[in-house]
């Protein structure tokens, strides 16, 4: 069974940083892709980073591109978001998802509970 928990969410103020983990458990990430979707009040669903589990590679949204990075520590099944220089347009609930067409597609199969991320002054 796929299971997804996220923590480290929070509230920060604007240039400020955070890191978002995801403990992933029923599945090996050397062979899923994890990553990240994002979404605000009243808006779309957005994907935001995605870490390719055979090969390692990383994909990004142009919104965050340079000021986040996804990362996995393969030994716990864990992977991480580590979000600088965070605007008030980063704001949303955050959630770990799996993707099923890899990192090629912005298309999302299990995710979590979501982790509440607020930038403001």
């Known amino acids: 069974q796929v299971q997804l928990v996220e923590s480290g969410g929070g509230l920060v103020q604007p240039g400020g940083s955070l890191e978002l983990s995801c403990t992933a458990s029923?599945?090996?990430?050397?062979?899923?892709?994890l990553g990240w979707f994002r979404q605000a009040p009243g808006k779309e669903r957005e994907g935001v980073a995605c870490?390719?589990?055979?090969?390692?590679?990383?994909i990004y949204t142009d919104s965050v591109r340079g000021r986040f990075a996804i990362s996995r520590d393969k030994g716990k099944n864990t992977v991480h978001l580590q979000m600088k220089s965070l605007k008030p347009e980063d704001t949303a609930t955050y959630y770990c998802?799996?993707?099923?067409?890899?990192?090629?597609?912005?298309?999302?199969?299990?995710w979590g509970q979501g982790t509440q991320v607020r930038v403001a002054s």
């Open positions: 998802t799996t993707f099923p067409e890899g990192c090629y597609e912005w298309e999302y199969d299990y």
């Open positions: 029923g599945f090996d990430l050397d062979y899923y892709s």
């Open positions: 870490l390719h589990g055979p090969s390692g590679g990383r």
